[in-house]
């Protein structure tokens, strides 16, 4: 009944020549899901696995994926969209300064939005997966639903809370495996954000 009359009045609106405005909730602006994905990188590592993420997002159809460091990211952002995903380098086995002070900053309530978090760090054992985790604690206290990804392997199936890739010279850069890894979380919380709604 709801969906009716939200599609009576988008024929109405489009009609009249005027669209929901973009601070309205997503539920009512009648059109796709909207993935938010903000990283903060200083030496590239983490926006090419940022990349990697709004790739699997772009490729559930239906999808609006927008990528952009987290400081340049407004209210407005995060009021218009159906999921959020962050991405961080791990400093000193937590999240890097500027995604600590976006998350800590006078933020909209994004309870019932979808979340992931994702992270890379220099070294094995050196804490990307405790920033991954600071990531997605801050969305649970936010009121958010997290999800991670979803693997297969050889039958085998399994998920994770995240994505961790290692950058430093034991594992220089992001490889393609750590890059898939990102595909598939940014895919999976697209498509948990798309039956959510
Ligand atoms: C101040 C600082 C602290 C860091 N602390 C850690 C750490 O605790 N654990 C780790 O694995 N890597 C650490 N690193 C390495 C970065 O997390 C790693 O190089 C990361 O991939 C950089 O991401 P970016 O290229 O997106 O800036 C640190 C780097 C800096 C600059």
Same mark, same amino acid.
């Given at each position: 009944?709801?969906?009716?009359?939200?599609?009576?009045?988008?024929?109405?609106?489009?009609?009249?020549?005027?669209?929901?405005?973009?601070?309205?909730?997503?539920?009512?602006?009648?059109?796709?899901?909207?993935?938010?994905?903000?990283?903060?990188?200083? =030496?590239?590592?983490?926006?090419?696995?940022?990349?990697?993420?709004?790739?699997?997002?772009?490729?559930?159809?239906?999808?609006?994926?927008?990528?952009?460091?987290?400081?340049?990211?407004?209210?407005?952002?995060?009021?218009?969209?159906?999921?959020?995903?962050?991405?961080?380098?791990?400093?000193?086995?937590?999240?890097? &300064?500027?995604?600590?002070?976006?998350?800590?900053?006078?933020?909209?309530?994004?309870?019932?939005?979808?979340?992931?978090?994702?992270?890379?760090?220099?070294?094995?054992?050196?804490?990307?997966?405790?920033?991954?985790?600071?990531?997605? =604690?801050?969305?649970?206290?936010?009121?958010?639903?997290?999800?991670?990804?979803?693997?297969?392997?050889?039958?085998?199936?399994?998920?994770?809370?995240?994505?961790?890739? =290692? &950058?430093?010279?034991?594992?220089?850069?992001?490889?393609?495996?750590?890059?898939?890894?990102?595909?598939?979380?940014?895919?999976?919380?697209?498509?948990?954000?798309?039956?959510?709604?």
């Amino acid at each position: 009944m709801r969906t009716t009359l939200w599609a009576v009045l988008a024929v109405l609106a489009s009609s009249a020549g005027w669209a929901a405005p973009l601070s309205a909730a997503p539920a009512e602006r009648g059109d796709t899901v909207r993935v938010l994905v903000l990283y903060h990188s200083d =030496t590239g590592h983490t926006r090419a696995l940022a990349e990697a993420v709004a790739e699997g997002a772009r490729s559930v159809p239906g999808a609006h994926v927008v990528l952009k460091p987290v400081q340049e990211a407004g209210n407005a952002d995060l009021e218009t969209c159906d999921a959020l995903l962050i991405g961080t380098p791990t400093f000193w086995g937590s999240v890097a &300064t500027p995604v600590k002070e976006f998350i800590d900053g006078q933020r909209p309530f994004m309870g019932d939005k979808v979340g992931g978090a994702f992270a890379t760090g220099g070294s094995d054992g050196g804490g990307k997966e405790l920033a991954v985790l600071a990531v997605l =604690t801050a969305m649970l206290n936010n009121g958010m639903i997290v999800a991670g990804p979803h693997y297969e392997d050889e039958g085998f199936r399994f998920g994770g809370f995240g994505v961790a890739a =290692t &950058t430093g010279k034991d594992d220089p850069g992001v490889d393609e495996a750590e890059l898939e890894r990102g595909r598939v979380l940014g895919e999976r919380v697209t498509r948990v954000a798309m039956r959510y709604r």
